[in-house]
């Protein structure tokens, strides 16, 4: 299930209670990326900085997924990249197995946004559905984007096959069962929240539950070292970097007002964390690891 690497890690699962409802962080791999995808920051000092925070001096770009169960229901926050970006990607099918999830059990598949590392699992390579007894769900804007042949018609080659042909490919298996949103709850416990700039139609979800919350911020950061301590870093496949930016800094604020609980699809495995701002820096504080879920 999934690509298999020789040196794997233990199984990338990770269980938190939020009240009522479990969230289980799951692993779909890594990244290795070049300083190209950066934009507004020169690569030396984007090495500089992953140097300091004892990184690898290149972008190393984790991706999560999240399994969501409530009420008897099992919703899944994004779907990683399928067996469609190489070996170091494409492990959810397996640690969802070692989660004791079958895909079949999973009646909501959310998506943040339909980027190929979050939506490229939705279907398998012979282009049947993944999760073959799941709803799609996801922001109406994210739909009328990626099907939208004058906005394909602007895209480079590139961008054409990778982004709007990919994401028409994935969301076919689903046309009979796919309901879009502009905001609010959409699965049990579960409200969306639109924080276009992305994509127009990038969504976080806030799960809540008696006191607890958690929100996760979809690709409200990529590499968190370098934008938490420059917010004006964007990515080349940004739709709209400026708004991207405003966003960034909007969720960043809000995080470390509200002391909310977080994650996200690009903080490092299982990236729970919380945000603080200190001599008008951001820095994420690492929740504690939780012994019992």
């Not at 054409?160 to 689903?174: I, N, V």
């Amino acid at each position: 299930m999934g690509n298999q690497c020789s040196n794997r890690q233990v199984p990338g699962v990770y269980r938190r209670r939020i009240g009522d409802i479990l969230v289980t962080v799951l692993s779909d791999g890594y990244l290795d990326a070049g300083f190209h995808i950066l934009q507004s920051i020169e690569p030396l000092d984007a090495e500089q900085i992953l140097v300091e925070s004892f990184r690898p001096p290149h972008p190393s770009i984790s991706v999560n997924c999240f399994a969501v169960q409530a009420g008897g229901r099992t919703a899944l926050v994004d779907t990683g990249s399928g067996a469609s970006m190489g070996p170091t990607l494409g492990w959810l099918p397996a640690n969802l197995a070692a989660a004791g999830i079958d895909p079949g059990d999973i009646d909501t598949v959310l998506l943040t946004h339909m980027h190929p590392d979050h939506s490229n699992g939705l279907a398998d390579a012979s282009g049947a559905a993944a999760f073959a007894n799941a709803e799609l769900v996801m922001h109406e804007a994210e739909v009328r984007h990626w099907t939208d042949d004058v906005q394909m018609s602007r895209a480079n080659e590139s961008q054409r096959t990778r982004y709007f042909l990919g994401a028409r490919q994935q969301l076919k298996p689903y046309a009979e069962r796919l309901r879009t949103f502009r905001q609010g709850e959409v699965f049990p416990g579960v409200t969306a929240m639109p924080i276009p700039g992305h994509t127009p139609g990038h969504t976080a979800y806030l799960i809540a539950s008696g006191d607890d919350t958690m929100l996760i911020w979809g690709d409200i950061v990529h590499v968190p070292e370098i934008q938490l301590r420059r917010p004006e870093v964007t990515m080349v496949f940004d739709s709209d970097p400026e708004a991207a930016v405003a966003m960034r800094r909007r969720i960043f604020d809000m995080a470390a007002t509200d002391r909310l609980l977080l994650s996200g699809m690009h903080l490092h495995f299982p990236g729970l964390s919380y945000l603080i701002e200190r001599a008008g820096q951001f820095q994420l504080v690492p929740e504690s690891w939780a012994f019992v879920a």
